[in-house]
């Protein structure tokens, strides 16, 4: 740590916009499809390690405080997983970086020069920042593969920088992110016809569409039966290296299959983090026990 300028209101030294194109948020696309040419306006700076900083957060509903002096990190590349009681702050924190509610105070910055107190929400959205709600939100009356266009014709950046070749490399681009949400072979089936854990992956494959950088998931195994949590436990670990995640989840043991034995694992309680670790050392922490997981 102490390599933030947030942290130590240092300037930022201009750098080469290097945030993209260093492997982090470039999907593994071959041949006529790969992305490498496609520029960002905002470029994230990563050289530091650092994708998502968040400094003494607080959020106040009238005298409530749902964030309490919120700090957390994550590395770019990380798949975090957060964890913790119900009312602890987690949605909220997602809302305050995704800028749906602004902090009363903190800091919240995209890696080291992008901050996101001084955005909108969709200034925010065109960062990268890629949200997932609980319900999955997809085109119902359209098939899977139109839902995937829409999704791609939504992100300008895209749709701009590839006129010439747009046909065949946009058709590449949603094939693969078929492959990868495993939905080929429902490409032409309207996604209302879909099974709720579909439809969930569905809306993941979206939201790859636009490159996100950074993808919220906020409970995003709610209602799904074991079988589709555990094959969403699957897609998120293959999109490791495509982008930065962090997971909200109650589920243990999806949770276990995302931190594995060393990914670190953040509990909340009462707009603050509780502990932080491997799942392993956060379940033996005694302040998890009394406040989360009980005895
Ligand atoms: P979690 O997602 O961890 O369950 P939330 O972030 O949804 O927790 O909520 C944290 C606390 O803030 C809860 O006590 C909740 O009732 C309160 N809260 C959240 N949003 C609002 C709001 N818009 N107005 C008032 N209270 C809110
Ligand atoms: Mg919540």
New binding site residues.
Partial sequence: MGTHPAMDHAKTPPRSASGFGDGLDQPTLSGAAALGHVVRPNAIDVSHGTILYLEDVTVS??G?R?LNKLSLTVDAGELRCVI??????????M?VITGKTSPDAGKVYLGQSIDLTRLNEPQIAQTGIGRKFQKPTVFEQHPVWENLELAMKADKRWWASLRARLDRAAQARIEHTLEVIRLESEARRLAGELSHGQKQRLEIGMLLMQQPALLLL?EPAAGMTDDETMELAVLLNRLRGTCSMMV?EHDMEFVAALAGETGRVTV?AE?RVLAEGSLDHVKRDEAVIESYLGR
Avoid: Q, S
């Avoid at 913790?84 to 909220?92: F, W, Y």
């Fill in positions: 509903f009238g409530f749902a913790g009681p119900n009312g602890a702050g987690k949605t909220t924190m809302d906020d909200v909340m707009g």
